[in-house]
Every structure is written in C-alpha cells, then in structure tokens.
C-alpha cells in the first residue's frame, strides 16, 4: 500500500451533440429570447484600440464535407497583447467570441480585433494568435486549435516551433485575403488535417 | 507588444485524455470522419489557456435556472417529472470553482428538442425551450429547476437510443478548462445501451456522469433531486515552479 492521492479525476467530456446551439446560441436555434443577453455574439463591446478584421473559413470532416452544425468559441488578447482582465486591457474587448456554421453553405465569420504578441513565462514571445475551440455532434472532446496570421512575423513562435512536419504549420496560419480579411479552414482528418493540441 | 506581465496562476494540469472518451469510435458513426487521424500536439499550457473569459451575474435573468418557467416567462409550467438538478462545480485540486458559468440543454420530457433538426415525433412543449444557465456561487454551488428529459431515438446502428440526459457546458477561470459533458440519471437502463456513453472506456469515468437520487435536496410533495458535481482541470502550483528549467 501506498499513500493516497486525493487530486480529484476530470469529469469526461461528451459530445455537445447537433443541438447544442440551443444551449449555447438560442437565437441561431430559432429560439430567440431565451436568454435577455447571449454570451459571446461580438467580442467587441465598443470603441477599441486596434485593427479589426474579419476571419471566414469552414470546418470540414474527413470526406471533404463542410460541416453545418459546428459551433466554435475564441479566446484571445487585445490589440496590446493583453488578456481581458488584466491590467491595463481594453475594456470595451472581451476577448471571447462565440459563433457557429451557416447552416446552409458550412462558412463560418468571426469577426474581432487582430491579436498583439505577448510575452509569457521565461520571457519567450508568442507571435498573434487567436485560441479555438471547436464543439459538434461527432466531437467526442472539444478540439482546440490556434489562429495565427499569414501577414505577422510567426517565426520565433514556441508553439509553432514545436511542429515537426514542417508544412503543417502552414494548417495554423489564416491566409490573408484582402485588408481585414483572412481565410482559415479546419480540417478535422485527412490530408491537411489541421494541428490539433492538447495544451 | 504588452508591457504588462501576464498575472500567473499556475500551468494547468496535462489533461489525462485515458478518462474522456475515444475521439473516434466507430459505434458512433459521426465520430468517424469527425476526429483527427494524426496525434494532438501536446505542450505545456501557455497565458492562452490560462485565462478565460468571465461572466457576471448581472448577465442573469430571475429565471435563467428554471426551464420550467423561463420559456413561458413564467406564465405556464412546462410539462414532466420536476426535478432540481444541483451540485458543485470543483477543480482537480478539490477547489471550488466560484462565480462560473454553467449552461445546460436538454429535451423535453417526451424526449424531444425544440431545435429546427429535430423531427422526432413527440411533441413540442409550447411551456419548454430546453436551456438554462447560472453562475456558480462563492462555494462553486448551481442549481436548476427543470423536468426530467425523456428518452429518444436517433439516427446511427438500427436501433439506437439515447438515455434521459441533460447536456451541461462549463467555463471555469481558464480556456483551458472549457467542457461539454452530458449527465445522466441514475438506474436508467439506456445507459449501458448507449454508443455515446460507451465512447469513454474507463466505466469509473462514465459512472461519475452519472448523477444519483438526491433526497436530501428533495422538496416533499414538489421535485426529486439530482446531484451533479463537475470537475474541471486543476492548476499545478509548485515551490519549484518559478525556477529556471534544470535548477
């Protein structure tokens, strides 16, 4: 025998199955009024420092299909690299955005500030970045991802640096399309399958 | 670039991915094409995970929590067995997790979701919408009032079911420990018979979704309760943590 260890287990994830936007987004559910305010439609709470662009892209499975009921969450800092809450943030930016697929053509837009790079632990900088993580029937455990841009300077990045296969970083980086405007597609599987962490 | 330096409350604990369930299992179809071939990348979490968005009460409306009355605003009851479904929301450590979101959707009790996709043939509940959501007090306590969801079929082997469950979905203090789950009733036979619950393979894992009869938050002659504790990830605090790597 051994002394026991009293750290409690993680509860398990489950799928957030194909109505979860009836919990999550009630008025994309068609049920509007549910709630007198929803969490996450627009990070932008006001008048903002920064650029504020719009990112569209799809999430597609392992046969190519573009999936309609996917919902997505962001995370991310401010255009001085600060995290909401923390000294000196933007207050008018929550940093958080929550948005879903068209439930037609598969495209999602989210639209918020464009990241500043911060500096964590060890004085290592991060290059922008926006943190995802992607919820559907058929996702037994959310997927978490990153967002960073083709237009920034991605190189000394400590995560991107920890991708083997070189190319796949390209899965990582939205590609700019026009001012304020990027692309970035997910794939869940297969060629070009996006890098997924476990961070 | 910030000058601020990020307030650091810790790495989070490594996710033991033995404990959720298998990404891909093939006796849940959708899960097939929906999950990465190639391993995650794992790394130490970063200031990204470490914080997260907050939400305050003042976010709530007076009947936010009770999905047997806030559909109709309060004007009729919905239809079913009342039930109040209650816990704590704790992290790894044992910590209570205070002033959290929690969001729950569920069917009604005739198993049926008020969602545009839904064409199961029970009917809507004109009186139930299905969601609701609170925020954890300074113990890491939520309660809802609701109805017991019913059972119903879907569409993946040749005769499937799910088990009554009400999805629940939680925040805690970091984007890290953002969770979906689904809580299930205690003594339902479904559950043993269900390829989404059988996605976990650890049963000690499945068994803590499983949340007990709880008398002692019944009210006599009102509603049954259910008890439903969730437990986020922790955060690792060492005395050695802030030291250069290798001292």
Redesign the interface.
């Known amino acids: 025998m051994v002394q026991k260890i009293?750290?409690?287990?993680?509860?398990?994830?489950?799928?957030?199955?194909?109505?979860?936007?009836?919990?999550?987004m009630?008025t994309y559910?068609?049920?509007g009024g549910?709630?007198?305010?929803e969490?996450?439609t627009d990070p932008i709470a006001g008048k903002i420092e920064g650029e504020i662009i719009e990112i569209v892209g799809s999430v597609f499975?392992?046969?190519g299909?573009a999936?309609r009921?996917v919902l997505i969450?962001s995370?991310?800092?401010d255009a001085?690299?600060?995290?909401?809450?923390?000294?000196?943030a933007d207050p008018n930016f929550?940093?958080?955005c929550r948005f879903a697929a068209d439930a037609e053509t598969g495209e999602y837009t989210l639209r918020t500030v464009k990241p500043?790079?911060?500096?964590?632990?060890?004085g290592v900088?991060?290059a922008p970045?926006i943190?995802l993580?992607i919820?559907?029937?058929?996702?037994?455990?959310?997927?978490?991802t990153?967002i960073y841009f083709s237009d920034c300077d991605n190189s000394g990045d400590?995560?991107l640096g920890?991708?083997e296969q070189r190319p796949r970083v390209d899965t990582l980086i939205a590609r700019k399309t026009d001012d304020g405007r990027y692309r970035f597609d997910i794939r869940?599987?297969?060629e070009g399958?996006?890098?997924?962490?476990?961070? | 670039m910030s000058e601020h330096a990020i307030p650091d409350h810790g790495r989070l604990i490594p996710r033991d991915r033995t404990v959720h369930p298998a990404p891909r299992d093939p006796e849940y179809k959708t899960s097939v094409t929906r999950s990465p071939n190639l391993p995650l990348l794992s790394m130490e979490s970063s200031p990204s995970e470490e914080t997260g968005p907050t939400f305050g009460h003042g976010l709530l409306g007076k009947l936010d929590n009770n999905l047997i009355l806030n559909f109709s605003q309060g004007a009729a009851p919905a239809l079913g067995e009342r039930i109040l479904m209650h816990g704590r929301v704790l992290d790894q450590d044992g910590r209570a997790v205070p002033n959290t979101l929690v969001e729950i959707w569920q069917a009604n009790a005739g198993g049926r979701y008020r969602h545009k996709k839904d064409t199961y043939f029970a009917p809507l509940d004109p009186n139930f919408g299905g969601c609701g959501r609170t925020i954890t007090d300074e113990n890491g306590y939520y309660e809802f009032m609701t109805i017991r969801p019913g059972a119903y079929p879907w569409p993946n082997r040749g005769n499937d079911w799910r088990p009554m469950h009400i999805h629940a979905s939680v925040f805690g203090h970091s984007f890290g420990q953002r969770l979906i789950t689904q809580m299930y009733f205690e003594g339902d036979p479904l559950i043993d018979h269900c390829p989404i619950a059988a996605t976990i393979k650890d049963r000690a894992s499945l068994d803590r979704l499983v949340a007990p009869l709880d008398f002692s938050k019944s009210r006599p002659l009102d509603y049954l309760a259910y008890k439903f504790d969730i437990v986020l990830r922790g955060r690792r605090q060492t005395m050695f943590e802030n030291k250069l790597e290798g001292m």
Not at chain 1, 6 to 24: F, N, R, W
Not at chain 1, 34 to 37: L, V
Not at chain 1, 135 to 144: C, E, P, T
């Open positions: 009293d750290t409690l287990i993680e509860s398990a994830s489950q799928t957030a199955g194909p109505y979860v936007h009836i919990g999550l009630p559910a068609g049920n549910s709630f007198e305010t969490v996450g499975d392992g046969t299909w999936l009921d969450e995370w991310q800092c001085n690299g600060l995290f909401p809450g923390q000294d000196g929550t940093g958080f500043g790079s911060y500096t964590g632990r060890n900088e991060s970045h943190s993580w919820v559907s029937r058929g996702i037994n455990i959310g997927l978490n990153r400590p995560l920890r991708i869940l599987q297969g399958e996006t890098v997924f962490l476990d961070i």
